[in-house]
């Protein structure tokens, strides 16, 4: 796995953790949406300063945006079509 896509699955795990959606996300962070989203999908280059301020949104320590066992849970964590489907299928 790379440091990308660790730190981003790991972004997505803290999110679903802390029980906040992308948009809220955002608007915590003051990044854009499609960046968050970016982010969590392993595609984004982030600066040093940009995990400073993703650990510090979240309340944690930076080396924890690198933990491999909790990218792994994060990888099965449904995606945004399943939880909208688990919701209209009630």
Do not use: H
Not at 37 to 51: F, M, P, V
């Amino acid at each position: 796995m790379t440091s990308m896509e660790l730190v981003g699955l790991n972004t997505k795990w803290y999110r679903y953790q802390n029980n906040i959606t992308q948009e809220q996300f955002a608007n915590k962070t003051k990044f854009k949406m499609a960046y968050i989203s970016t982010i969590e999908n392993g595609d984004a280059n982030l600066t040093c300063k940009n995990i400073d301020f993703i650990a510090k949104a979240f309340n944690i320590k930076q080396e924890l945006l690198f933990n491999e066992e909790t990218a792994v849970k994060a990888k099965k964590l449904p995606n945004r079509v399943d939880m909208y489907y688990k919701y209209i299928s009630k």
